[in-house]
């Protein structure tokens, strides 16, 4: 028998606090002057493409837009990202039917 037998919801919610505390820190540490994280999102999105990264690309792309190179992880779990057999970084289909709805034209154009 486990001496912790909720331990994996005791894990669970410490992700979730982890999570809150992030959000929380990018809300107090937050430019005025940086555009909102969804305009990142589709410039990220959108600049990538459907072409493989290795994972130092993608972190340099995250950093860029102004993400940790953490988030991929949050990405990769969200089905927002792949890692594939090739051990490069490939946008789903879900990430680019999301940027498709957008309909954002002044984003940079994909790697393609």
Not at 89 to 101: F, M, V
Request: hydrophobic fraction near 40%; charged fraction near 30%; avoid cysteine.
């Amino acid at each position: 028998m486990e001496p912790w037998p909720q331990k994996d919801q005791i894990a669970a919610a410490l992700r979730q606090i982890s999570a809150g505390f992030a959000a929380l820190a990018d809300a107090i540490s937050a430019d005025p002057a940086r555009p909102p994280a969804d305009s990142r999102h589709r410039a990220l999105i959108a600049e990538w493409g459907r072409a493989g990264l290795t994972r130092a690309e993608a972190s340099a792309l995250f950093r860029k837009h102004g993400f940790s190179p953490q988030a991929a992880g949050g990405w990769a779990r969200g089905d927002w990202l792949e890692v594939r057999d090739d051990g490069r970084r490939y946008l789903t289909d879900r990430s680019l039917h999301w940027l498709a709805e957008q309909g954002a034209p002044d984003d940079p154009q994909p790697r393609d």
